[in-house]
């Protein structure tokens, strides 16, 4: 090797443009090859078995899709995205289905390259990091990664210290309040996101020693997901890449006031097997540009669509994307978390989906809508847990900084911003909420006054929410004290 290099750069001092010349014909070569190479794989089957006429459009799509990819900009290309999603899905459901099992070996093949090809040209995240590169699988692989029949959480704990907090509290919830024990992936990118030492912490805080890691670089390619401490879109990816079929995904920052396992009885994520909270009701005919991209982009609204009230009546944010539930094993979930993941991608993120709205929210049922597939949200819009408003208890208002989420029955049953009362101001300031609201109208507050809920029946939490609560406290508090310990030594 030393050798070589040294001839090369003896050439190199000779005759320089011809070395650059020489480069620049090897590197146009290999472009051109790789991509004839591409199309010849799928038109081999075109010329030679034209009597699956089926599979010969499946084929010939392929190589369309495989010569035309999508590229930037990408703001009017989610709907094109979105039908390549609903084919590959399809294509998946073909292939794994009564026709795909009568297919001859080598037609089956074709088909498995034809939906491996589509799915890496419409999602370059899928080609995996350095040392699993070179897989012609890469969707099959992630599929075959999951643990059939599996059910857990994945919470994303990277980046600051209030994070790692906040997901300590909420682990020793889980475990010692509400007895879960479903399975918990702690989610990061690479070891300066989430150092071992962090780790061992969160570890010790699951007394039933049930908690994993997941470090999204060893799924992913960062190369187009360029995850930044703090950011929101390894959200999706920590869905993709997690090993559960069935997988939740909370935000550290979540308070369960039932354990996380009733997500998956609900009826909404029984039936669709994808379960989504709504955003407060805010800002009606405010952000016109946000609604005509939609309306753009969307074309044909699915029946979910009629029921969101930010697509009928124009209100300006429709998810809270604090707990998502996802059943990776529908094929059509999967491939919609594609998109999901798609639009949480640096590119698309940093020119569309995080200009246009904010973070991740609204990217996850926007992706299950345009791949086609089903999803539920809750019934309701945000509610309030709270408390009364500061000097006017009078109002029947109730008022916090943080949304909470009902059960099919209208039972609370988690709110987001943490177990302090304002997490932004005062971080050691826990408080049991006593009020909540659902239904009323939104009287938004700033960064430091609380927002209010009115003109609906103020409801007292039950007894046992508050236990809960107060049990939830009580559990953060120890998990602070092992953080302060380890701060001191
Ligand atoms: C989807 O694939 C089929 C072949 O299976 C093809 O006929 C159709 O044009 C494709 N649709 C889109 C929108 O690409
Ligand atoms: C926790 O479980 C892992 C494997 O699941 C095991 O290697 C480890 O020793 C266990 N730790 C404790 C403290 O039980
Ligand atoms: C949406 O609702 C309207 C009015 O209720 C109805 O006419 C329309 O067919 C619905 N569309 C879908 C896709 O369900
Ligand atoms: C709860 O979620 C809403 C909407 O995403 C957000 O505006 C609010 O700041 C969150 N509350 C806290 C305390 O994080």
Excluded at 231 to 259: C, M, N, P, T
Excluded at 268 to 296: C, I, M, P, T
Excluded at 298 to 312: D, H, Q, R, Y
Aim: glycine share 6%; proline share 5%.
């Amino acid at each position: 090797m030393p050798g070589s290099l040294a001839r090369f750069r003896a050439c190199f001092e000779r005759s320089p443009r011809t070395v650059v010349l020489f480069v620049v014909i090897v590197i146009a070569l290999y472009v051109g090859i790789r991509d004839i190479a591409g199309d010849a794989i799928i038109e081999t089957l075109d010329s030679h078995y034209p009597a699956n006429e089926p599979l010969r459009d499946i084929l010939r799509t392929a190589r369309n899709y495989h010569r035309h990819p999508v590229e930037p900009p990408y703001k009017d290309k989610f709907w094109e995205v979105g039908q390549r999603s609903r084919n590959l899905s399809r294509w998946l459901a073909e292939l794994n289905g009564p026709w795909g099992s009568q297919l001859r070996g080598f037609e089956k093949e074709r088909l498995g390259t034809a939906i491996e090809t589509t799915a890496t040209s419409l999602f370059p995240f899928l080609s995996p990091p350095p040392p699993k590169q070179g897989s012609k699988t890469p969707l099959r692989d992630l599929q075959r990664s999951f643990t059939k029949d599996s059910r857990g959480i994945v919470i994303p704990a990277g980046g600051s210290d209030l994070q790692i907090r906040f997901a300590g509290h909420l682990i020793a919830s889980l475990r010692e309040v509400f007895g879960c024990s479903l399975p918990i992936q702690i989610a990061y990118a690479g070891d300066s996101d989430l150092p071992k030492e962090r780790r061992d912490a969160l570890l010790s805080f699951d007394k039933t020693n049930n908690t994993e890691f997941l470090d999204v670089w060893t799924v992913f390619d960062d190369a187009t997901l360029r995850l930044r401490r703090k950011g929101w879109a390894i959200k999706a990816f920590a869905a993709l890449a997690s090993r559960f079929e069935h997988v939740i995904v909370l935000d550290a920052d979540a308070v369960f006031l039932q354990s996380p396992e009733v997500l998956f009885q609900q009826r909404a994520y029984v039936e669709n097997g994808a379960y989504l909270f709504h955003d407060r009701l805010l800002w009606q005919h405010s952000f016109e540009d946000r609604h005509e991209w939609w309306k753009d982009q969307i074309k044909e609204p699915s029946p979910a669509m009629n029921k969101s009230l930010v697509w009928t009546e124009d209100y300006a944010e429709e998810c809270d994307s604090g707990v998502v539930v996802l059943d990776k094993s529908r094929t059509e979930i999967f491939v919609g978390l594609l998109h999901i993941a798609w639009q949480n991608t640096w590119a698309v993120r940093d020119e569309v989906s995080y200009k246009i709205t904010y973070g991740d929210k609204e990217t996850w049922w926007l992706g299950l809508e345009l791949a086609g597939s089903k999803y539920e949200f809750e019934e309701h819009y945000g509610s309030i847990v709270g408390w009364e408003k500061e000097g006017s208890p009078d109002d029947k208002a109730v008022c916090s900084f943080v949304i909470a989420h009902t059960d099919e029955k209208d039972k609370l049953l988690w709110y987001n911003g943490s177990l302090l009362k304002n997490k932004l101001v005062d971080p050691n300031g826990y408080e049991v909420p006593l009020y909540w609201m659902m239904d009323g109208k939104w009287e938004k507050g700033g960064k430091k006054d609380m927002s209010c809920m009115v003109g609906e029946t103020r409801r007292r939490l039950t007894g046992e929410e508050i236990s809960i609560l107060q049990h939830s406290i009580e559990a953060a508090l120890r998990v602070d004290e092992v953080i302060a310990s380890m701060k001191e030594s």
